[in-house]
């Protein structure tokens, strides 16, 4: 699996750290940047980069990282495809993955510390989505929803 991994400003302490994690874990890890910490970046280019590598087949699942996450967040879930939410509780992590695909961890770096950072990076790249006919009916209606806009 190809996880694309990348961070503004506010995230960028951590996105080392989680390309080591995702490596460790024996997957590819795409560092989509920041490549240096620039105060004025913005978060919606690197959320851009990520859906890009997802949509265009680069990556599998996706990794943001901003100050809170939020923002991240946000800009992701613009782009069709992609499936992002924050989260900074281990359950959320695998949850979203196993009941609603989710394909993009939004992670706020000044929000969680190093320990659970790697916890929640973990759980997120360990969960598959379930096969269960209830998960695939609400992912279905998530995907006629973007498609009429």
Excluded: W
């Excluded at 980069?49 to 943001?64: E, N």
């Excluded at 000044?110 to 009916?137: C, T």
């Amino acid at each position: 699996m190809k996880i694309a991994v990348a961070a503004d400003h506010g995230g960028y302490p951590y996105k080392a750290r989680v390309l080591e994690i995702v490596r460790e874990m024996g997957f590819e890890g795409l560092d989509l940047g920041a490549h240096e910490l620039v105060p004025t970046d913005d978060y919606p280019d690197f959320a851009r980069y990520v859906g890009d590598a997802i949509q265009h087949g680069q990556a599998d699942r996706g990794i943001l990282l901003c100050g809170s996450g939020v923002g991240a967040c946000i800009a992701a879930n613009k782009m069709n495809g992609v499936r992002a939410s924050v989260c900074h509780d281990v359950y959320s992590a695998h949850q979203g993955v196993e009941h609603d695909d989710m394909n993009v961890l939004c992670l706020g770096s000044r929000i969680i510390g190093p320990q659970l950072l790697e916890d929640l990076v973990r759980a997120f790249l360990s969960a598959e989505f379930s096969p269960g006919e209830r998960f695939q009916r609400r992912l279905d209606k998530v995907k006629a929803m973007e498609a009429a806009g």
